[in-house]
T-cell receptor
Framework: SQQGEEDPQALSIQEGENATMNCSYK?????LQWYRQNSGRGLVHLIL?????REKHSGRLRVTLDTSKKSSSLLITASRAADTASYFC?????????????FGDGTTLTVKP | DGGITQSPKYLFRKEGQNVTLSCEQN?????MYWYRQDPGQGLRLIYY???????QKGDIAEGYSVSREKKESFPLTVTSAQKNPTAFYLC?????????????FGSGTRLTVV
């Protein structure tokens, strides 16, 4: 089964609002990453949070990680129409699965101007 | 500029044909990956290679083959054994920064069976 699973599957908000998406995973991880994908393009790395970190900020992005619940959230504040994209989490696993990251199905964010 | 180049951007394949998707990187990354993405879905790992002349199957390797003769290149062949090859294919390389891994992606190849 998928290591990383995002919810909601789709999110539609107005420009200026905040967008929150969540990611759950199943096994122990070294780190968790969030990526953005514009339609028909490759993924772009947004932010990485290590397993010993609880919160990280980058510009309008805020990521939290709760290893006890095996979950992470990505918050985009003051959203813009240009934030419209799909967002994926990826986990870098430990142990036997080290070396290959697993991506979830993503959250499709639509920001209406 | 360093990056990953995938070619072609669009590829059409006839039934029963093998086709090869190119992936080249000049980032000096050791590990490279191939993912398949179907509409509205996430990425599924096809094959990955952590070092030259070595590669491992991912979750959906059947009907695909790869080679890693050079560090810079990791081509993917979609064989006639792959029954449903129409999809978006993404190549990535992995870097290490401060002891943590991250991925750089190419812009993808969209393969359509005609």
């Amino acid at each position: 089964s998928q290591q990383g699973e995002e919810d909601p599957q789709a999110l539609s908000i107005q420009e200026g609002e905040n967008a929150t998406m969540n990611c759950s995973y199943k096994t122990s991880i070294n780190n968790l990453q969030w990526y953005r994908q514009n339609s028909g393009r490759g993924l772009v790395h947004l932010i990485l949070i290590r397993s010993n970190e609880r919160e990280k900020h980058s510009g309008r992005l805020r990521v939290t990680l709760d290893t006890s619940k095996k979950s992470s959230s990505l918050l985009i504040t003051a959203s813009r129409a240009a934030d419209t994209a799909s967002y994926f989490c990826a986990t870098d696993a430990r142990g036997a699965n080290a070396g290959k990251s697993t991506f979830g199905d993503g959250t499709t964010l639509t920001v209406k101007p | 500029d360093g990056g990953i180049t995938q070619s072609p951007k669009y590829l059409f394949r006839k039934e029963g044909q093998n086709v090869t998707l190119s992936c080249e990187q000049n980032l000096n990354h050791d590990a490279m990956y191939w993912y398949r993405q179907d509409p509205g879905q996430g990425l599924r790992l096809i094959y990955y290679s952590q070092i030259v002349n070595d590669f491992q199957k991912g979750d959906i390797a059947e009907g695909y083959s790869v080679s890693r003769e050079k560090k810079e290149s990791f081509p993917l062949t979609v064989t006639s054994a792959q029954k449903n090859p129409t999809a978006f294919y993404l190549c990535a390389s992995r870097y290490v920064q401060d002891g943590n891994y991250g991925y750089t992606f190419g812009s993808g190849t969209r393969l359509t069976v005609v």
